[in-house]
């Protein structure tokens, strides 16, 4: 049974960057599968922030393409998520997500089949 | 953006009743729909892809179905774990966007 879970800071100060960690186990990081982070706001609902792949490719969600950045770590199977220049507006419950595989059919990368739990992560001064 | 609307945002059920959820997409998006499961303090479920298929491990008195921009969810008999906020989520183009949530209580 694959598992993920969140972990950074609950209270970041505005203008910071936002780092967060997502642990992996019951699966590798290398497998096959598009790493995903979603948030939820209370403003503005569900957010899909981006992914990246075992290989380091990314696709970012181009309302925060500016200030979003993500990793894998291999040895620590892990995949981690950066937000610079946090706002209030940033406030919001993180999760991590493994998204599916891409065939020559279908491309399942923003299907989210395994969720973390989330870290809720308040901006403010 | 494709923007997705779901009806009723909130909706009062009693245990074995039956209750269903609607979605809209701003376009058409065939059979690119997933339903979640989100309950407070724990990770979200998928429980429907392809706008019809069941996940498995999900008891099969969930159920979908719908294509192009119009998509339902529906619970045959509503049990206590089920009381829960659902979402929608189009997985036709990116970014993948989802409903605003509906959310299903006694």
């Known amino acids: 049974q694959v598992q993920l879970q969140e972990s950074g800071p609950g209270l970041v100060k505005p203008s910071v960057t936002l780092s967060l960690t997502c642990d992996v186990s019951g699966g590798s990081i290398n497998d096959t599968n598009w790493w995903n982070w979603v948030r939820q706001s209370p403003g503005k609902g569900l957010e899909w922030l981006g992914q990246?792949?075992?290989?380091?490719?990314?696709n970012y969600n181009p309302s925060l393409k500016s200030r979003v950045a993500m990793s894998v770590d291999k040895s620590k199977n892990a995949f981690s998520l950066k937000l610079n220049s946090v706002t209030a507006a940033d406030t919001a419950v993180y999760y991590c997500?493994?998204?599916?595989?891409?065939?020559?059919?279908?491309?399942?990368?923003?299907?989210?089949?395994?969720w973390g739990q989330g870290n809720l992560v308040t901006v403010s001064s | 953006d494709i923007q997705m609307t779901q009806s009723p945002s909130s909706l009062s059920a009693s245990l074995g009743d039956r209750v269903t959820i609607a979605c809209r997409a701003s376009q058409s998006i065939y059979n690119y729909l997933n339903w979640y499961q989100f309950k407070a303090g724990q990770a979200p479920k998928l429980l429907i892809y392809d706008a019809s298929s069941l996940q498995s491990g999900v008891p099969s008195r969930f159920s979908a179905r719908g294509s192009g921009t119009d998509f339902t969810l529906t619970i045959s008999s509503v049990q206590p774990e089920d009381f829960a906020t659902y979402f929608c989520q189009q997985s036709y183009n990116m970014p993948p966007t989802f409903g605003q949530g509906s959310k299903l209580e006694i």
């Open positions: 997500a493994r998204g599916g595989y891409c065939s020559s059919t279908r491309c399942r990368d923003t299907e989210f089949d395994y």
């Open positions: 990246i792949y075992r290989t380091g490719s990314t």
